[in-house]
Each structure stands twice: as structure tokens, then as C-alpha cells.
């Protein structure tokens, strides 16, 4: 007798009780401004599942992130295993398509497509960061196209300062009566259950203040202005790098100042880099330093990106950059002839944190707090990096060798081989 064998359902998914409340609010339009590890791209996918699901045949629902590859990063994965027990066929990779049993049609892309989206007749939405997002993704492209077939949006994001979602969620807010148009919620990281008061903790003590009231408590009054808007712990921050001991030569960006004198330690990938340390030395000289980076590299080959201000200095008759050059050190200096001005260097290093394809080309270990605190704290004030925040040196340190290895041509003046020496 033949054993008839049946194929397993995927289970119910679970949602917390703030999920659950704005999951069965009736609203059409659903404005949720939360914390980091709420909990919000799983939400989306059961909320974007859900509607498709109700719609039927022939209707689309898209999940929007920033941009496609974070869109793909983000929520893949999980469609896939969220709509096994309903769809038909396979997962269509190049498109990020699903369609389902019924006819329906999930969809992941990303928001700088945003003339793509024009046109487009949407029966659900689910803007996933999109206070990342231009306002003219909603207002121009996406929301025309809800108004056709009287179809649903979910906005779901950490904040960015005082920006459009700011002003979308306070709409929202004077409007949030179950049965009416729209309706917003605030969640704090704690409040979505997936952090560990003992890892809320210690986030607050690692983060600057303002950062931490942004990304674990959802708060619109912190970090406005961050000079490395593209930078994201959850994607840069990671131990899977090259490991030191594998690679023969390092890079290295380095700040010139007495406390303190600061390095960037950095692999070069060919298409990006690796900041695998740093080292931060407190009422030192440049000679501390340089005897510094050679001890604990000994059998490295090391090339320095320092200050070009170091060909000026005096150090006891000589200059900082005849120090470096000494020969026990065995370092090569590469250096313009004046420094790159500090908007190239940001725009540098922005798109190796994120280009305009959604590629992340620079990744950051852990154990280099410096330069991640830099990354999540540094502000401006007056158009400039705030140098008194003393968030600045790693700044620079790193500013210099992403010019010298991956400048952008055509905005960058000091840069070519004529101003190297």
C-alpha cells in the first residue's frame, strides 16, 4: 500500500502584541516609527503576505526598501520561507517576484527605481525605511497608484532627524482614529521584545547619547545632520573580514594631532575596504606613533595616507614627514601636496559606505570603536564636521586614504599623481 506522504504547513507566524496592533489596525494608511530590532521587516512581510493574499489575481503588492540590494538583504529570505504553503512556482531571483496560489504577485525593488514605480497599479505597499527615502517616492510615484485601486500602505522606519517622515508621522498622529484614513504608532526597541534589557544596556553605553535615542528609542530629536548618513551598524559592522595575519600589506589613514594621534588600519579589497584596527594614542608625537603602528605590525609592508600638513611641521628641526620616512620604519607615504577638501573625503567615503547601486564597499571590525563612533556621532555644525565633538580624527585619518585609493574624479582637485610624493 502506497504511504501517502503530506507536505508540512508552515506554521502561523507569531507576532508580539505591538505587532499584533498595528498588523489588525483597520486604517489604510499605517505610519510606524520604531526602534532598532522591532521586529518591523517581519511585520511587512506578514502584512504584505496577508493583503496579497486577500487581493486575488492580478493584483501587485510591493515591499520597498532604500534600494534594491537592501530590499534583498533584508527580506528575501524570509518571503520565501513566509510564502511556501501559498505560492506557485519558483521564486523568481532576477526580479524579486513571488506569485502566489491565487494570482497575486509580491515584489521586492528598490526605492532609488523611483521613475520605475510611476505607472505602476499597486493594490498594497510596505515602505520599509522610508524616512531613508525621498518624499517623492510616496507622494509622486507610489501613492497616485493606491488611489486607483483604493489599495493600503505600512511605513515603517527608524527615524532620520527632522525629515519628511517626521512631518508624514505627525500627520498621521492627528489623524489616528481606528476607522479613519490614517494612524501612526511609536515603539521603542524594548517594547518590541527581541532585545535583552541587558543588550538595550549595553547599546547605551556604546552609542553617543543622541545615536542611541535615534536607533533604540525611536526618538526624532537625535542625530540630525550625521555627516555618514550612508553608515549603518547592523550592515558595515562585522567580524568577517580579512584577518590581519592573512595579508601582507595594510594601509593606513593617519590624523596628526597630540591627544590624539590617531590611525586607521585598513585592508584594501580592490573594490572597497576593510578597516580592520585602529590606534589612538593619547599626549603623543608623531615618532610614538610611527614606533606604535611598526611594533605591532613588525612583518608587515605598510603604506602610510597621513596629513599633508606633515611636510610643515617641525619636530625638533625636522618635519613629521621626514620622521615617517626614517629608515627603521620601512614605510612608503603617499600624500598630495595639500590637503583634499572635506566634502570630497565625505563624499569618498559615503559612497564606499553605499553607492548609487545600493553596493556596500566598506565593512568595519568591531574592535575599531573609534572609528565607529565616529561614524555613528559625527555631526555637522557651520556646513563642517563639528571638531569639537572630538569625533573629527578618525574622520581624517580615514578621509586621507580613501582619497588616495578611491577618490571620485571630477569633483577631487588635489588628487593625481603629480600631488603624490
Not at 332 to 342: E, G, I, Q, R, S
Request: net charge positive; glycine share 8%; with cysteine.
Amino acid at each position: 500500500m502506497a504511504t501517502i506522504t503530506r507536505q508540512k504547513q508552515a506554521p502561523k507566524p507569531k507576532l508580539t502584541g505591538p505587532q499584533s496592533r498595528i498588523f489588525t489596525d483597520p486604517a489604510r494608511y499605517k505610519v510606524v516609527i520604531c526602534g532598532r530590532r522591532f521586529g518591523k521587516t517581519y511585520l511587512s512581510l506578514v502584512w504584505l503576505i496577508t493583503r496579497a493574499l486577500k487581493g486575488g489575481n492580478g493584483t501587485k503588492h510591493y515591499y520597498i526598501g532604500r534600494d534594491r540590494g537592501h530590499a534583498k538583504r533584508l527580506a528575501w529570505d524570509d518571503l520565501i520561507k513566509l510564502t511556501a504553503p501559498y505560492r506557485r512556482g519558483k521564486p523568481h531571483g532576477t526580479d524579486l517576484a513571488i506569485r502566489l496560489k491565487n494570482g497575486a504577485i509580491i515584489q521586492l525593488i528598490g526605492a532609488e527605481n523611483e521613475d520605475g514605480l510611476v505607472g505602476e497599479t499597486l493594490h498594497s505597499v510596505v515602505l520599509d525605511e522610508f524616512a531613508m527615502m525621498k518624499p517623492t517616492v510616496w507622494f509622486r510615484s507610489i501613492e497616485p497608484t493606491l488611489g486607483t485601486t483604493n489599495g493600503h500602505a505600512l511605513f515603517i522606519s527608524t527615524p532620520r532627524g527632522y525629515n519628511w517622515a517626521k512631518e508624514l508621522f505627525d500627520q498621521a498622529k492627528q489623524d489616528c482614529f481606528p476607522w479613519n484614513e490614517w494612524s501612526s504608532y511609536h515603539y521603542t526597541s524594548a517594547q518590541g521584545t527581541l532585545l535583552t534589557a541587558e543588550k538595550i544596556k549595553a547599546a547605551q553605553m556604546a552609542n553617543p547619547p543622541s545615536l542611541f535615542k535615534q536607533e533604540y528609542l525611536a526618538s526624532f530629536e537625535a542625530v540630525e545632520g550625521r555627516v555618514y548618513s550612508n553608515f549603518d551598524r547592523w550592515e558595515h559592522i562585522t567580524s568577517n573580514v580579512t584577518q590581519i595575519g592573512e595579508i601582507k600589506d595594510l594601509h593606513i589613514g593617519m590624523d596628526f594631532n597630540v591627544d590624539p594621534m590617531s590611525a586607521v588600519v585598513v585592508h584594501d579589497t580592490g573594490t572597497g575596504v576593510e578597516i580592520l584596527d585602529e590606534i589612538v594614542l593619547h599626549d603623543a608625537d608623531v615618532r610614538k606613533l610611527a614606533d606604535a603602528i611598526r611594533e605591532k605590525y613588525p612583518n608587515h609592508n605598510i603604506t602610510l595616507y597621513p596629513d599633508a600638513s606633515g611636510k610643515n611641521r617641525n619636530h625638533v628641526g625636522t618635519t613629521t614627514f621626514s620622521i615617517l620616512k626614517e629608515a627603521q620604519y620601512k614605510f612608503k607615504l603617499v600624500h598630495p601636496n595639500k590637503n583634499p577638501a572635506v566634502i570630497d573625503r565625505v563624499h569618498e567615503v559615503q559612497r564606499l559606505l553605499l553607492n548609487a547601486d545600493g553596493e556596500i564597499n566598506l565593512r568595519v571590525h568591531p574592535r575599531c570603536q573609534e572609528m565607529v563612533k565616529t561614524f555613528d556621532g559625527l555631526t555637522y555644525k557651520n556646513n563642517e564636521p563639528d571638531k569639537k565633538s572630538g569625533l573629527d580624527h578618525m574622520h581624517d585619518a580615514l578621509g586621507y586614504l580613501v582619497h588616495a585609493l578611491y577618490p571620485i574624479k571630477g569633483i577631487t582637485k588635489s588628487y593625481g599623481a603629480k600631488g603624490y610624493q
